[in-house]
């Protein structure tokens, strides 16, 4: 699990500040809770180009698919959401 | 950590670190030409931070209006208030024509005007005839030019066959006994496995530094990393006091809020609900110039008379122009205070901070695109094999400030300039020179350090440390005391990296030792920049001094060059002959 997790950070890594921490604060506060389709759903957003990411996350436009619009939604509550868990490194900073 | 000797190597004629427009313009010079072109990047390329570039590249294609290069010349000098080297400048202006129709042919999307061509949008800092009215200079693709660009020669590249080390980490360089670069030491950061790239040529295109401040518009990624080692390797850095700032980023976050927030008529407040900028710019107020605002917002704060819990931030105020103006007009203002903020600012005032943006300074570089740095014959000759290009490059063409539309194009034109100047190196040093154990021992110890076991402190606790020490002592606000101290703080914040300790210690995705990587490299471009900015006593584009406010061209119209051994400065002189035209005199920089 760590393992994955440190690996999605790397994915969570991209060209754009607002990606950036839109996406690594879900990694570090929501991503242990997903079950195992959730996971690979994250997976599956994290294999977009960072322009769409940045249009769905700001909310420009939606995702077709349900379950991506959905994981959507869920990273944007997790950003004005207080802090559930103490955080991991990277997180702790930001 | 394996010995020097048990590593892989791999050869390659021309080798690329970074993945963003001037690694790829020049990775597709090269692979045009069949070179065998290695590019690495610690992220996949297109998550190259190009691909946050809205604005445009300026050409004076004059599609729009009349244009020439001579003018954007003249502005581009002007604009870096007069420390631009004006021979590099002329290339950048005229060969931003060529550039602008080579990227079209490539296939960048750019917007068109009614009659088919190239639509070209006005910027700030844009004149026609050496001063007079409004020029429209600046080619864009919609609101996405940079990820169009990015794309497009990434897409080039594949086609071309270019090598690419996607999530390899650059560690060091490598040079020889007579200094000449050879390659590089990479880490594959999945496996965690070293390997030695051996090159004949190495181009550091590893953008910006923006990390270095707490508030900062700047992706993760943008840690200096090119910048650091060409300090590690002897080159010094040029120019890095000079950093710009833009005066309303989100509080806390770094995103910037457009000036057109304050352009509708938005303004700012203090903790006292006081409207602060009529006290500094009567006149002018909110529409002051970009470091008055900065200065001003950050006194306010220093004197206390900050906003919320910690006083840490101002306010800006929009909520008076009326929901049609701020989500009509604003959208993109909107979408980031409902998605960061939780706020809707037609109705509640955004909290503001100035945010770090973009850095004019960097590895000093001749127009070729070859490293300079000084030696026996002079400030700048060229170290072998070694070039950089774009954010992390200092060539100079934004000296102390760079203009709008100015960056995407400085990229561009370098990277192109680095290949060109690459294909003839090559052709003439055919060869491989010979590496030894020697020579990569000290890029593996960098490697070996951070292996070291034991209890100490966090990278992530050393990291906001710093980052909250570059932005107190060495932001918009700086004068000689608290600069002062900045760097006694940054130097003793420097011994404390060498008791940071990881916890993990495994091999593959360990991206905690990717950031601790990335943090000595910070270390080293936050002092490169302290140092820098105590020791210009002078005022000048970016870099405004609170107890010198005027330019000194007498003292100061040089160049600073910051080495890391013994933390010294040196200097040398703006280059101010243009290679065919009249050089431009210093003037007083109004608008």
């Keep these: 699990m760590e393992r994955q997790i440190q690996r999605l950070r790397w994915q969570c890594r991209r060209g754009m500040l607002e990606l950036d921490l839109l996406l690594n604060r879900f990694l570090d506060q929501r991503y242990a809770e997903l079950d195992s389709a959730g996971s690979a759903d994250f997976e599956r957003l994290l294999g977009y180009q960072d322009q769409i990411l940045q249009d769905w996350l700001l909310g420009q436009a939606v995702p077709a698919d349900p379950a991506l619009s959905r994981l959507v939604a869920a990273i944007q509550d997790c950003m004005l959401e207080g802090p559930r868990t103490s955080s991991s490194d990277a997180g702790a900073e930001r | ?591």
């Design chain 2, 1 to 591: 950590m394996p010995a020097a000797h048990s590593l892989p190597h791999r050869h390659f004629d021309a080798l690329i670190i970074g993945a963003g427009g001037a690694g790829l313009n020049a990775a597709l010079r090269l692979a045009a030409a069949n070179l065998r072109v290695a590019v690495v990047s610690k992220v996949f390329p297109t998550r190259s931070h190009t691909v946050a570039a809205q604005g445009g590249v300026n050409a004076a294609l004059a599609n729009a209006l009349p244009d020439n290069w001579h003018w954007h010349m003249f502005d581009t000098v002007k604009g870096s208030d007069y420390l631009g080297d004006q021979d590099a400048i002329e290339t950048m202006c005229r060969e931003a024509i060529p550039t602008v129709y080579e990227l079209e042919h490539a296939g960048v999307p750019f917007s068109r005007l009614d009659n088919g061509k190239i639509y070209q949008r006005a910027f700030g800092g844009q004149s026609q005839n050496f001063g007079g009215e409004q020029a429209a200079r600046t080619c864009a693709a919609a609101d996405r030019t940079g990820h169009a660009i990015l794309h497009t020669l990434y897409q080039q590249n594949l086609r071309a066959k270019t090598h690419f080390f996607d999530e390899y980490f650059a560690v060091d360089l490598i040079r020889d006994d007579e200094g000449v670069a050879i390659g590089a030491l990479v880490l594959d950061i999945e496996s965690g496995e070293p390997l030695i790239i051996e090159a004949k040529t190495t181009l550091l295109a590893t953008g910006g530094y923006g990390q270095v401040f707490r508030t900062n518009t700047n992706a993760f990624i943008n840690t200096g990393d090119g910048m650091a080692m060409a300090l590690r390797a002897g080159v010094p850095l040029q120019d890095m006091e000079f950093y710009q700032f833009h005066p309303t980023g989100v509080a806390g976050k770094g995103m910037l809020i457009t000036e057109g927030a304050r352009g509708e008529g938005g303004y700012l407040v203090n903790g006292e609900g006081e409207r602060f900028m009529e006290r500094y710019a009567p006149k002018a107020r909110d529409l002051a110039s970009r470091d008055m605002v900065s200065r001003s917002i950050v006194t306010e704060i220093r004197e206390g008379r900050g906003c919320g819990p910690n006083k840490d931030y101002v306010l800006l105020k929009v909520d008076h122009l009326g929901a049609d103006v701020v989500h009509h007009r604003l959208p993109g203002i909107t979408d980031i205070c409902r998605v960061f903020l939780g706020i809707d600012p037609a109705k509640e005032p955004i909290p503001v901070f100035p945010t770090a943006h973009y850095a004019m300074g960097g590895i000093p570089t001749d127009r070729h695109a070859r490293v300079v740095a000084p030696a026996r014959h002079g400030p700048e000759e060229v170290v072998p094999g070694l070039y950089a290009a774009g954010e992390c490059a200092c060539v100079s063409v934004h000296g102390a400030n760079r203009l709008g539309g100015n960056s995407l194009l400085d990229i561009l034109v370098f990277g192109r300039a680095a290949g060109t100047d690459i294909l003839s190196y090559v052709a003439e040093h055919p060869n491989h020179r010979p590496m030894r154990d020697a020579h990569i021992e000290p890029a593996i110890a960098r490697l070996a350090r951070w292996e070291r076991q034991g209890e100490g402190e966090r990278v992530a606790d050393v990291k906001a440390e710093l980052r909250r020490l570059m932005e107190d002592h060495c932001g918009v606000f700086r004068d000689q005391p608290t600069m002062a101290e900045g760097v006694e703080k940054l130097k003793a914040l420097r011994e404390r990296v060498e008791g940071v300790r990881l916890r993990d210690h495994s091999q593959t995705f360990n991206t905690a030792r990717i950031e601790a990587l990335e943090l000595d490299n910070l270390v080293d471009v936050g002092m490169a920049t302290m140092m820098s900015a105590l020791h210009r006593d002078e005022s000048r584009g970016a870099h405004s001094r609170v107890d010198f406010p005027e330019r000194d061209d007498e003292r100061w119209m040089k160049h600073s060059l910051y080495l890391r051994e013994g933390d010294r400065m040196d200097y040398k002189p703006v280059r101010t002959k243009p290679l065919t035209v009249e050089s431009f005199p210093p003037k007083p920089r109004v608008y």
